[in-house]
Structures are given as structure tokens and as C-alpha cells.
């Protein structure tokens, strides 16, 4: 079996004691997670990343932290917005270029050229989200995760066949990278996926919210 890359993204979900709930089962599992065959990164909320953070490190836990998007700007007046420079204090990896950033807040490839390119540059490691074989990937990524639009958090994952077609042909582009599925990921379908040879791992989004369905999903590969 595959050592996977498996991506948690908690969206704009949970609050500070739901956090440490999580932790605390995490907590409970160390053993199994500290010897996941695999690399496990979660991407919480902005406000709670450094409370995960600390609390990856106060119980030595092997799992990394992520955020789930970046300024396309540097350190600066830019009300609002998070530089990668700050991010970087926090988390190993970043999203960019999700689904829902791109169909909500209307980003462009311009816009996430921009937030890739700094983040590469501050030593973060890019995930980078695609609809389709026609999405542009940057230079800079380290992985890039197909996600069907009409796949995310609708319960009708695209066909692990399908899936790989799409992720395969991308590859023969960019043979460097690592190659994420997301989109409807469960503890039941998850190995379908894994078990496609171009699939190096999973971005999940439900599936990671309560630790028991991740866990579950996470012993389904062990």
C-alpha cells in the first residue's frame, strides 16, 4: 500500500472547544496516529490554526497543520487579509484555489498565480486545487487535488475510474507532483481511490469535521 497524503479541511467549521474535542480524541489515538503509514495534514478555521498548532505539539502528535488559504499579498496594509509570511509561523502547508474559494469569491487564475507564487516563496507547501484537466497549475506547487465542482460536499463523488483519467492525464504534465482526489470522500469509498496508482492521496472535508469519521476513514487504509 501507497504511504497517502491525507488532507483534512474543516472549512469555516468549529469553534475553539470543538477544537480541543477533537484533539483530546486525537490524543487517545497517538499510537495510531504517530504510526499512520502515511502523512496526515488538517486545515483548520484562521483564528484557531494556532491553538491546533500548539496542541500538535503539546501532545507530540505526527500530524501537520495547514492552512486553507493565503493572501496574494505580502506583509502590508491589506486589511483583512493573512500573509504567507504569517501563515508560515503556523503551518507547513496551504490550500489555494479551492472549489468553494474559487465559486464564492469569484478567484481567478491571475489572483491564485499570485497567492501560489508567495506562498512557494516563504517555504509553505502548495496544495492546489483544480475543477478539470483545462485548470491551470503553477509553477511553485507541490500538489495539485482534482475536485469536481459538483462533487464537493454534495455526497456524488466523481467514479475512481474517472478520477484517475483525469488526475493520470495531469500527471503526464506535472510527473513531479503529488495528486490529491477530493470531493465526497468516505471511509467506504476512500480505497477506491487510493487504490488507483496516479491517486497519491485524498482532501477531505466532512470526513475530517468529527475525529471519529476520520479516524474510521483513516483505519479503512491500514
Known amino acids: 500500500m501507497k504511504r497517502p497524503l491525507i488532507v483534512g479541511n474543516w472549512k469555516s467549521n468549529k469553534t475553539s472547544a470543538e477544537v480541543l474535542s477533537w484533539m483530546k480524541d486525537a490524543g487517545e489515538e497517538k499510537v495510531f496516529i504517530n504510526q499512520f503509514p502515511g502523512q496526515i495534514v488538517i486545515c483548520p478555521p484562521y483564528p484557531y490554526i494556532d491553538l491546533f498548532s500548539s496542541e500538535v505539539k503539546k501532545q507530540n502528535l505526527r500530524i501537520a497543520v495547514g492552512a486553507q488559504d493565503v493572501s496574494p499579498f505580502e506583509l502590508g496594509a491589506f486589511t483583512g487579509e493573512v500573509a504567507a509570511e504569517q501563515v508560515k509561523e503556523y503551518a507547513s502547508f496551504v490550500i489555494i484555489g479551492h472549489t468553494e474559494r474559487r465559486k464564492y469569491f469569484l478567484e481567478s487564475d491571475e489572483l491564485l498565480l499570485k497567492k501560489a507564487a508567495h506562498a512557494k516563496q516563504v517555504g509553505l507547501s502548495v496544495i492546489y486545487c483544480i475543477n478539470d484537466e483545462d485548470t491551470h497549475i503553477p509553477d511553485g506547487v507541490d500538489v495539485f487535488s482534482y475536485e469536481p465542482t459538483w462533487a464537493i460536499g454534495s455526497g456524488k463523488p466523481d467514479t475512481p475510474e474517472h478520477a484517475a483519467l483525469v488526475i493520470n492525464n495531469l500527471k503526464k504534465l506535472h510527473p513531479t507532483l503529488l495528486s490529491l482526489y477530493g470531493?465526497?470522500?468516505?471511509?467506504?469509498?476512500?480505497?477506491?481511490?487510493?487504490?488507483?496508482?496516479?491517486?497519491?492521496?485524498?482532501?477531505?472535508?466532512?470526513?475530517?469535521?468529527?475525529?471519529?469519521?476520520?479516524?474510521?476513514?483513516?483505519?479503512?487504509?491500514?
Open 183 to 222: 470531493g465526497s470522500v468516505t471511509k467506504d469509498n476512500v480505497l477506491s481511490y487510493l487504490s488507483q496508482k496516479c491517486i497519491d492521496g485524498v482532501l477531505l472535508g466532512g470526513a475530517s469535521l468529527e475525529f471519529e469519521s476520520f479516524f474510521s476513514l483513516l483505519q479503512a487504509l491500514t
